[in-house]
C-alpha cells in the first residue's frame, strides 16, 4: 500500500517536472466529463471531450494521455466524434491508434485519434470516447474465508491526464454497491449511494494529475480464461465443427481455509458471494451436435437454449470457482455451413465468423483462433477490425494428401466488446471436392479387383 502510493507520488512529482519540457498543441479542452464504471472486474471509462482550437493552423488529431502502469492493461480504445445537433445528433467513429510523443513525462503513453476533418481555429467538435481496462482491480484483503466479501482497490486520478489545458471537468465513479469502506479525498468529492463524484474542478493546466484510491466491495466474479483455442473446421458437404478448449481461473480474492459444500448450498446469499457456478456461453443460432466435457469426461450439469437470434448454452463446471481456483473444459458444436460461408466471386469464398469468448463477462488472457479451411484452398486472407497476429499451418486429417491450410489468429487481452465479426476469405476449385470420393472409389476397386485376382490366381505347387 505505501510502496503504491509513493509511486503514485514519484509519477505526480514527474509529471510537474515535465510538463515543460513535453510537446503541446494549440487545442484546449473546454469541457471534460469521464464516468468510470466498476460494477464488474472490467473497468470501462466513458470521457466526453468538447474541445477547441487555439491556433491558426488546423489540427487533424486528438491525443490522449494515459500512466504507464494504466496503458499495459489497456484492452481497448474506442473514438467517436458527434455529428449534429440534438435530437439530429449521431455519432461517426474515428481511428484511435498508439502513438509515441518526444519529451513524455514520465512515461506517460498515448493514443492518437484522428479527427474527420482538420479543425480550423476558433472551432470546436466533441469527442466520445470509450477505454477499457482489465486486470485493475486488486482484492484487498488477497485472501478471505468462504463467508466474507470481496474488497477490491481500484487506482486512478481524479482529474483527467491530458496534454492539453482542461477548463472544466468532472468524473463520476460508479461502484457496484453502497459499500464503499474508504476513498481519497480531493476537494470538491463528494459520495451519494454507490456513486463518487470528483469535481467540478476548474482551470487545470496540461499533464495535472491527482492520485485517489476507492477501497470497495465487489463481489461480481472475476472470471478469466486464461487460454481459449477455438477451432473452426470448414466442410463443403454442409457444415462448421468448432471446437473450444478453455482454461479458466477466478483471480479474485483467494479462498482461504476448507470448502465447506453444506454452508455453499445453505446460504446461497452469505456463502461464497463472489464465487460463481454457472457460465453462461451465446452460441449461434441453430447450433446442432453440441456436447460439454473436461478432462474426466462428459458434463450432464448444461442446458441448451436456442431459438432464431442466439443459441444459450448454460453451463456448470463440477464445483464451484472461489478466488485462485481453476478448471478446464471444451465446448464443441456444429453449425450450418450456410450460415457463415459465402461466394464473393467465382471461384472464391469467405467465413464470416464471430471474434471474441462467448463466455458472457469474461476477460482472455490469450485467444488463439484456427479456422481450417478445405484441401485444396488457395491464397487466404483476413479481415480483422482489429490488430491481432496471423499465421499459417497445415493439418492433416481424414483421406487428405496435401493437407489443409489452418489460418491461426492469435490476440491478448480479450474483453466482451471484441465479440464482432471477422472474415476470412480464401480461393476454392470445386474439383477438389471431388478428390476424397474419387479416392474411396478407387480405393475400394483396387481392393476390389485384388480380392478377384486373388481368387483367380492358382498359387498350390503342382508335380508335373
Known amino acids: 500500500m505505501a510502496a503504491a502510493i509513493f509511486s503514485l507520488f514519484i509519477f505526480l512529482v514527474a509529471l510537474l517536472i515535465g510538463t ?175 456513486e463518487l463524484r470528483y469535481g467540478p474542478y476548474e482551470g487545470h493546466g496540461p499533464y495535472s494529475y491527482s492520485p485517489i484510491i476507492v477501497h470497495f466491495e465487489n463481489n461480481h466474479p472475476f472470471a478469466v480464461v486464461e487460454e481459449l483455442e477455438r477451432e473452426i473446421e470448414i466442410s463443403h458437404w454442409g457444415s462448421v465443427q468448432v471446437t473450444e478448449r478453455y482454461k479458466l481461473a477466478h483471480t479474485g480474492a483467494k479462498h482461504k481455509g476448507a470448502f465447506s459444500r453444506v454452508e455453499y448450498q445453505s446460504r446461497p446469499g452469505g456463502s461464497g458471494v463472489s464465487s460463481f457456478k454457472h457460465l453462461l456461453a451465446v452460441l449461434p443460432p441453430r447450433v446442432h451436435s453440441v456436447y460439454y466435457r473436461d478432462e474426466i469426461g462428459n458434463i450432464s450439469t448444461s442446458r441448451l437454449r436456442t431459438n432464431s437470434k442466439k443459441s444459450e448454452l448454460l453451463i456448470e463446471p463440477r464445483y464451484p470457482l472461489f478466488g485462485g481456483w481453476k478448471a478446464t473444459f471444451l465446448i464443441g458444436y456444429g453449425v450450418p455451413l450456410k450460415d457463415f460461408l459465402f461466394e464473393s466471386a467465382p471461384g472464391a469464398r469467405y467465413l464470416n465468423y464471430t471474434f471474441g469468448c462467448p463466455i458472457a463477462d469474461t476477460v482472455v488472457d490469450k485467444l488463439t483462433i484456427k479456422v481450417v479451411l478445405p484441401e485444396g484452398s488457395k491464397d487466404p486472407s483476413v479481415e480483422v477490425p482489429f490488430t491481432v497476429k496471423q499465421s499459417l499451418e497445415k493439418k492433416y486429417s481424414y483421406l487428405d494428401v496435401i493437407g489443409r491450410t489452418v489460418v491461426v489468429l492469435e490476440k491478448r487481452n480479450v474483453v466482451p466488446e471484441h465479440h464482432v465479426p471477422f472474415q476470412v476469405h480464401y480461393k476454392f476449385n470445386p474439383l477438389f471436392m471431388l478428390a476424397e470420393p474419387l479416392m474411396l472409389a478407387s480405393t475400394f476397386f483396387l481392393l476390389f479387383a485384388a480380392s478377384v485376382a486373388y481368387l483367380h490366381i492358382d498359387l498350390s505347387i503342382r508335380k508335373k
Request: proline share 7%.
Open 20 to 194: 515543460s519540457s513535453a510537446s503541446s498543441s494549440g487545442l484546449q479542452i473546454l469541457q471534460a466529463e469521464r464516468q468510470i464504471e466498476l460494477t464488474s472486474h472490467i473497468v470501462r471509462v466513458y470521457l466526453t471531450l468538447k474541445i477547441e482550437n487555439t491556433e491558426d493552423a488546423p489540427a487533424t488529431e486528438v491525443l490522449l494521455a494515459f500512466p504507464p502502469t494504466q496503458f499495459d492493461h489497456l484492452a481497448l480504445v474506442k473514438a467517436a466524434v458527434t455529428v449534429g445537433k440534438k435530437r439530429k445528433k449521431s455519432y461517426a467513429p474515428l481511428e484511435a491508434k498508439p502513438t509515441e510523443q518526444r519529451d513524455a513525462p514520465n512515461g506517460t503513453k498515448y493514443y492518437s485519434v484522428s479527427l474527420l476533418k482538420p479543425l480550423a481555429k476558433g472551432e470546436t467538435t466533441t469527442l466520445e470516447i470509450l477505454y477499457i481496462l482489465t486486470q485493475s482491480l486488486e482484492p484487498f484483503p488477497k485472501e478471505i474465508a468462504q463467508s466474507d466479501p470481496q474488497l477490491v482497490y481500484y487506482r486512478d486520478s481524479a482529474i483527467v491526464l491530458s496534454p492539453y489545458h482542461i477548463a472544466h471537468q468532472a468524473t463520476v465513479v460508479k461502484t457496484p454497491s453502497n459499500n464503499v469502506e474508504s476513498f481519497t479525498q480531493v476537494d470538491p468529492a463528494q459520495r451519494s449511494g454507490s
